[in-house]
């Protein structure tokens, strides 16, 4: 049995037991948008650190703290390993088919808010750690873990944090806190994440509720002001109408095309995942579709709330309405600069009356895809994985990888286990375990083939 | 002593044991909107109408059930009085300063969802009957009632229970459900009531909700698609953009703009009660903008629903979004018609993704101002209230009065105690006590003059 097989089995044969603390620590609620349970749950992620002989420390920011841990090993080189202990609310829980904070393993799967995004990712690389660790009773490198408890609402204190602690977050690599395969099994390396600027706005128009019989003729109507505000943003055309929002936009170069062009066809997937009947833009595939999906910054509705929601009729005139709206940004969109456009915007279309409240953002950052640390992940995941790992040059979602491309210097990878069915920030998220154990044993080659 | 002293005299010492079964009658929750305590407020009404020695009955219909009443007098006459046993939802209910269905006397108010629209204007009919019951054992003419469960979901049903019963409901003049004072106390005789046309839209863009980060850029957001919608339905100049939307419009006649002018001011009593800044359509008061709020027909959006409305953020593209709309009517304008140019303006801007859930609506109707009956309630408010009644041609409200009008053949009248802070349809609904006496010693008047 060769080294690598070892800790394999190792993984195959401790699952269960790693399986019951990443239940545990589901279990957790930990909403960063409600605030609720982040305290708790940063205490459980210290003392599943200390477990594995890392010093470990809670660390306070301005927001939900963040947990650092550390433990020396026997290379000078340092991986910094970035996860987070928050997940995203709930809602709606009727749909949900096991309750979301008691997780539950079904036909190979584990279901559970937070379970793939990210809380599995965090105990498969731990289940690695303990392999490296039973092996060699000791790390072959440094490592460092950076857990934090805001990034579901935009890391609002995670880049001052990082700014504050350059030296201790001191590192060569950086492995991000997701990662995942696409709809065939192959993994994939996703080197780049969209900025976003997260904005609540709302109008409050009257300092009461109206019956609609004598508002709706001469009053302000706070849903109707907010509905215009919106219109005012976008159109059916989808081209985002606050002056200069493109401004700073870099468009894809050609190696982004190429690799676009080289990553697999995903329009017939998608439209059948999603339940949609067809692509918004006129567009129905091809490189196109992909590039769209990434390079391009956006302007969504995540949320409406005003008046009556119940069932049935009741006729009044809303007195406050308010949007949940976020905008992907590319590089080079600043988000305090669009926060400052829209407000322009706003102010110039005549709704000043709509007032914006900033729930947070961070700028895109991404990773050079040829550099040597990038190449080295995307070798090792052949040995697992069977399959070479597609390389996308950037993708949609966002994350505070701004700081540690740009503060920390680092080259960033990511590596794990989402799946397309994984249901991140949807009821019924999910992991597959088998994926899951692919992930450790991933870690495990990562690990040992860095340190060299 | 004369008589309508004595009778006067009887309506005051017996107010307590009267509000107890107002608070009685009020306790019982009987929401339309959401078909809550609907059987048991109706049978709840029967039994109050029985104890007054009517033979009444709770009718089936294909909603609510109507509560029909009679009991016959000395005169050939008869009056028809229309009242509803629902209420409006009490949401939101953090804002009420006692539990809506836990009715409160505080200051000389009574408090509770419905207590103003309309219960208290059954239990202070009914008081008036028992004093003239009192004096003179038996009614002075024949008095019918016909209470219905539908009149805050637009009495969907109540057409249709009217046209079925003609004969039974058969009278020479009708009493409407509600009436009031101005902000100056003065009685207030409220001749039409404007129509409406009540719609829930909706967009079911996705099967699933979806990361923002992905479907933001490239699927169809059920939120986008009924906020652009909406927008094409009315813009910041208020005007409807439904093709043939005002196309039965009747304007307003001399003898409306006559009426309406010799009403009283209420521009700045409007601002600072529902705490506005301003009016809509540039607004300031005067004749223009009392014909504005009852003469013109509107577009409400009552109430918007989708995504993700908690707290903080969520990046999520909503797979459904909902509106509440309102449109309220005046004559000639019909519903069904309405519904139509609705769908056809929808399908032609490019929303045929847009569903229509038809909730309820009835055209608009109104009284002769001139009719002799309408004379005889004016006149009598008078030795009341020590005030001349008020004559508004018509309001900005709705009911259900077009089968009373044009089916019946009957003129119908306002009378009752609402007054301007009484909050329909709002938190902290309520009554003045001193303005429910008055109304119960006008009903007096009224049934007395009108047996001649």
Known sequence: MNNLDKLDSYIDKNLDKNLEELKRYVSQPSISAQKLGLKECAAMVKEMLEKRGFTAEVMATDGAPVVFAERKGKSDKTLLIYNHYDVQPPEPLELWESPPFEPEIRNGKMYGRGVSDDKSHLTARL???????????????NIKFIIEGEEETASEHLHDYISKNLDRLKADAC????????????????LGLRGICYVELSVTSLGTDVHSGLGG???????????????????VDERIRIPGFYDDVISPSARDRELMDALPEVADEYLT?????????????GTDLKIEEVFVPTCTICGLTSGYQGAGSKTVQPAFASAKVDFRLVPNQMPQDILK???AHLDAQGFSDVKIEFLGGEPAARTNPDDPFVKMVVDTAEDVYDAKMEVVPMIGGSGPNYPFVHDLGLPVVTMGHGYPDTKAHAPNENIRIDLYVQHAKHMVR?????SK
């Open 446 to 450: 990562v690990i040992k083939e860095f």
């Open 127 to 141: 289940h690695a750690i303990d392999a490296i660790l039973e092996d060699e009773g000791e790390l072959p490198c």
């Open 273 to 285: 995942r999603y339940g949609a009947k067809g692509f918004i833009k006129g567009l129905t595939g």
């Open 341 to 343: 456009k829209l407000r």
């Open 217 to 235: 003729s001469i009053l302000p109507n706070a849903a109707w002001r907010l509905t215009w505000a919106l219109a005012s943003l976008k159109g």
């Open 175 to 190: 492995i991000w806190e997701f990662g995942g395969v696409d709809h065939r099994d192959k993994p994939v390396q996703y």
